[in-house]
């Protein structure tokens, strides 16, 4: 069975730093672009940033500059590394494959302090 499993969220102040986890089980993920996506409270679902399966990455949004991407092959895992958070970063943090969507996972609820 295919499942996503994402972690890593909290509450932090603002500026501070949180490091997002993507597993997947039941599912290669190597081969496959990845994307984080979030979701804030009463907007909707917005693309964070995307990683093909060769390593190259493309940020939207405020997290440019903030927010890295990256891959770990090996433990079919994909993190988000995020720096220097700010309030309007709060949100609940999905990933995904990019062409062949799996089965959602529940998502890592980030909420940032001010």
């Known amino acids: 069975q295919v499942q996503l499993v994402e972690s890593g969220g909290g509450l932090v102040q603002a500026g501070g730093s949180l490091r997002l986890s993507c597993a997947a089980s039941?599912?290669?993920?190597?081969?496959?672009?990845v994307a984080w996506y979030r979701q804030a409270p009463g907007k909707q679902s917005e693309l964070v940033a995307t990683?093909?399966?060769?390593?190259?990455?493309n940020y939207v949004g405020s997290g440019k500059g903030r927010f890295t991407i990256s891959r770990d092959n090996a433990k079919n895992t994909v993190y988000l590394q995020m720096n220097n958070l700010k309030p309007e970063d709060t949100a609940v943090y999905y990933c995904?494959?990019?062409?062949?969507?799996?089965?959602w996972g529940q998502g890592t609820q980030v909420t940032v302090s001010s």
């Open positions: 990683i093909t399966s060769g390593g190259s990455t």
């Open positions: 995904n494959s990019v062409f062949t969507p799996l089965p």
């Open positions: 039941g599912s290669i993920f190597s081969d496959k672009a």
